[in-house]
């Protein structure tokens, strides 16, 4: 036949791979709103997080009731507001006044110190001062309750060694040393999290949708009926969107570094080197998405769903080590979690390929899992 | 060789049959027309041609390949046209072109050349540059049969071709396909239009996943089932047809009626006469209606198919 001494016939398994590759890298050049949403929302959200969360406690309003108006008394009060936990916002004069203070939620804290305080410290008895916490929010409460048990502990220890009048250190005085992050600035802690989150968030569903997109034209059944491979079609997809996926890490990483000042402490290429076997791990989760989803709709709605998991378990907010075994399993199998460890390690630790190889093994396998997975769904569909 | 040969073709979807034994046989250079139903396995037809489906039981071949063995080799050699001109709108008519060029592997000389021929074909140079969303109906679908033509198939799927396009990009398109086929290009064209239906070398009918009628257009109006025993086909010219149609409907050996234009179709019973007819319309207040016997036309032919397996 003519036509076959002209075209070669090719049984090859990545047959149309260039002519994918070439089309979507037009499709993405054509539309510039998705890029600058996929570029620039996902600014606009590290913005917000970098300036706006901090989950550190710090001037915790605090209502105190001094009812023993000492000098003791004042002593005590004195180190709750040099502690710089707490800020002491209003002074009342009666327990109704101060229980009414902490329920309005004018103060998070009351402290109450009885009339009695000066008293039996001085008579050498036990004397004991409240705290009202308000436990609605967990990570103020721990707060409270951890420094004023600190501060009540110091003020006894110095008391029973008398080192109150000649300034002398006590016998055993702990010094810690934050490591990496020695303000515990929030940011530090949530952005390179929080860049796994939204690359994990960008890469799987513009995947699904520039799949879904080609669905609901028609444009797919097309391709079927052309000697397109599933894999051609699969990584000639894939690979402009890895590019895009890594344009995006990129600008995340200079905002990080420059806007808020997260020092980047290791290298940067091997952060992209880890970063791949993710980014790959992603793209399949938006091929598979792409094969269940009809419609755009189905096909974000999917994308969204896979995100939550890797919000609230992936340790980018919550320490894993708090969670129930069952959840800590969980977190095992999502791969933002050994990202975050990864961007954690590399950007505030200085962390090299001999501590994080593990991890980036573990993301290795999952993405061969993946895009077997994803690469067998579709073949299925094709056929 | 024949481009399309089926034998007892049948493709099952758990307990559903979408296609139910079909055996058909398409010549080289032949524009064979594929009619049915909405749901009726037009589509799954085409699908198992080009080796997408794999048949349940039974055979088919397109160029002389198997469909199940050779179906990477019949999607290089063979071209598709959907209804939805499935084009990428973001990209011009140009790249559109390329990239399908791309797709079937075309280099060099020979990528050059058949650009230029599809373009030429078409008559698209003017729009070279212009991107396909922006091309009206009548375009995109030249540039849909540029795209699925680029590589030269000896044997062209129209799924639904001209649905939705103004009747004169529809008889542009059917000049097209004579022109190719004129050079031995074989066309599968589904469509509902029984116009095109007639313009068709052969023609074949599936309803509910069965191939009931297969034959050249004559053909099938001569089949005995197009009119049922006993029964004659006459057309009727009266200028108020549709009031002509309620009353005449309502006598006993009137078996069907349909309007087409200024004419009413009736289908009834033989040992009725013409005279009959006329006295009984112009009893109703029709009396300039005139009626002569006709053949069955296409359409008839497959609404009495339909309706008799309905039955």
Not at chain 1, 182 to 209: E, H, Y
Not at chain 1, 210 to 220: A, D, K, P, Q, S
Not at chain 1, 285 to 293: H, Q, R, W
Not at chain 2, 176 to 200: I, K, N, P, W
Request: with cysteine; hydrophobic share 45%.
């Amino acid at each position: 036949m003519k036509a076959t001494d002209q075209q070669p016939t090719r049984s090859n398994p990545f047959s149309g791979l260039v002519p994918v590759l070439r089309k979507e890298a037009i499709h993405i050049s054509r539309d510039p709103s998705a890029l600058f949403f996929t570029i620039v929302l996902p600014m606009i959200q590290l913005l917000m997080i970098g300036f706006a969360i901090n989950t550190n406690v710090r001037r915790i309003p605090t209502a105190v009731y001094d009812a023993a108006q000492t000098q003791e008394s004042r002593r005590l009060l004195d180190r709750f507001v040099n502690s710089d936990d707490f800020n002491i916002v209003k002074y009342v004069f009666s327990e109704e006044e101060l229980n009414r203070e902490v329920i309005a939620g004018r103060a998070r804290v009351g402290v109450k110190i009885p009339p009695d305080y000066s008293r039996r410290l001085l008579a050498g008895q036990s004397a004991n001062y409240l705290v009202l916490v308000d436990g609605s929010d967990s990570s103020v409460a721990g707060e409270a309750l951890n420094v004023s048990n600190a501060i009540a502990l110091r003020e006894s220890l110095e008391r029973s060694l008398s080192v109150t009048s000649v300034r002398q250190a006590l016998p055993i005085e702990s010094r810690p040393k934050i490591l990496f992050n020695p303000d515990s600035k929030s940011a530090n802690f949530l952005i390179p999290g929080m860049i796994g989150v939204l690359m994990q968030m960008m890469t799987v569903l513009m995947t699904a949708i520039t799949i879904v997109r080609e669905r609901e034209r028609g444009t797919l059944d097309q391709l079927y009926m052309t000697p397109v491979k599933p894999l051609g079609l699969m990584i000639g997809k894939a690979v402009p969107y890895a590019v895009v996926a890594y344009a995006e890490l990129l600008i995340l990483l200079f905002f990080m570094r420059w806007a808020f000042g997260v020092p980047i402490r290791g290298s940067i290429p091997l952060l992209m080197m880890l970063c791949a076997p993710f980014i790959l791990t992603m793209l399949g989760i938006g091929l598979l998405v792409s094969t269940k989803a009809q419609t755009y709709q189905e096909a974000t709605q999917m994308a969204f769903g896979t995100m939550m998991p890797s919000i609230f378990l992936s340790g980018y907010i919550f320490p894993i080590e708090n969670m129930p075994a069952q959840f800590q399993f969980i977190s095992k199998i999502i791969p933002t979690t050994y990202l975050i460890q990864i961007f954690r390690g590399v950007i505030l630790r200085g962390a090299e390929l001999q501590d994080l190889w593990q991890q980036g093994a573990i993301l290795t396998g999952m993405s061969v899992l993946m895009i077997t997975i994803a690469s067998l769904r579709f073949r299925k569909k094709a056929g | 060789m024949q481009a399309i040969k089926t034998t007892d073709l049948t493709i099952r979807f758990g307990k559903f049959t979408a296609v139910d034994r079909v055996s058909i046989a398409v010549e080289q250079g032949e524009i064979y027309g594929f009619l049915g139903p909405n749901g009726s396995g037009k589509t799954t037809l085409i699908k198992a041609l080009c080796g997408l489906l794999s048949p349940s039981e039974g055979t088919g071949t397109v160029l002389g390949m198997d469909c199940v063995k050779q179906a990477d080799e019949i999607r290089q050699h063979v071209g598709y046209m959907s209804q939805k001109f499935s084009l990428y709108e973001d990209l011009t008519v140009k790249e559109n072109i390329e990239f399908y060029a791309g797709v079937y592997g075309l280099r060099g000389d020979y990528l050059r050349r058949r650009k230029d021929d599809a373009i030429a074909m078409t008559h698209l140079e003017p729009y070279l540059d212009r991107r396909a969303g922006k091309l009206s109906g009548g375009w995109k679908q030249r540039l849909a049969l540029a795209c699925a033509f680029i590589h030269e198939p000896k044997l062209m799927f129209l799924d639904e071709p001209t649905a939705g396009i103004d009747p004169v990009a529809r008889r542009d398109l059917w000049d097209l396909l004579f022109q190719l086929s004129g050079q031995g290009v074989t066309f599968f064209v589904t469509t509902h239009y029984m116009d095109e239906a007639e313009r068709c070398g052969r023609v074949g009918y599936i309803y509910l996943s069965k191939l009931i009628a297969n034959g050249t257009p004559d053909e099938l109006k001569e089949i005995p089932e197009a009119s049922p025993p006993g029964t004659r086909r006459i057309e009727i010219i009266t200028s108020q047809t549709s009031n002509a149609l309620a009353a005449i409907k309502r006598k006993s050996y009137v078996h069907g009626a349909t309007i087409f234009g200024q004419s009413i179709h009736l289908l009834m019973d033989n040992q009725i006469g013409l005279d009959k007819v006329k006295a009984d319309l112009a009893a109703d207040g029709f009396t300039e209606a005139e009626m002569f016997p006709i053949k069955p036309s296409l359409e008839d032919v497959f609404v009495t198919l339909t309706n008799s397996l309905k039955e």
